[in-house]
């Protein structure tokens, strides 16, 4: 079982910046891909970012392009998701994976996207809320 522990949500306004964190032991982030998706309620699960922790390529969901930036530090076993420029419509459960087929999708928007509902929860997942 992938145990992942996941930090940094919170409350802000719109225009608002925040950052999350995944760390994961040894075995789960070296040469793997991990990244983000969220769910908002009422709402199926969304990808949001993606990086490769061997080479750090990366990959982002359109939605949050050019706003959220992910990141790797391979001396501490850690991604993190830089989100500026919030939004409330990006209030929503962010939960950290480490699964191949998140940088895959997200490397492929015009595949099929069923792939994020089938992705396992690792981690307590972190709540964003931004309001207006």
């Known amino acids: 079982q992938v145990t992942l522990v996941e930090s940094g949500g919170g409350s802000v306004q719109a225009g608002g910046s925040l950052r999350l964190s995944c760390t994961a032991t040894?075995?789960?982030?070296?040469?793997?891909?991990m990244g983000w998706f969220r769910q908002a309620p009422g709402k199926e699960r969304e990808a949001v970012a993606a990086i490769y922790t061997g080479g750090g390529k990366s990959y982002y969901g359109d939605s949050v392009k050019d706003r959220f930036t992910i990141s790797r530090d391979s001396a501490k076993n850690t991604v993190y998701l830089q989100m500026t420029s919030l939004t409330p419509e990006d209030t929503a459960m962010y939960y950290c994976?480490?699964?191949?087929?998140?940088?895959?999708?997200?490397?492929?928007?015009?595949?099929?996207?069923?792939?994020?509902?089938?992705?396992?929860?690792g981690g307590q997942g972190t709540q964003v809320t931004v309001s207006s």
């Open positions: 994976a480490a699964d191949y087929r998140l940088c895959r999708g997200l490397s492929s928007p015009e595949g099929d996207s069923n792939y994020v509902q089938l992705l396992k929860i």
């Open positions: 040894e075995h789960v982030y070296s040469d793997n891909c």
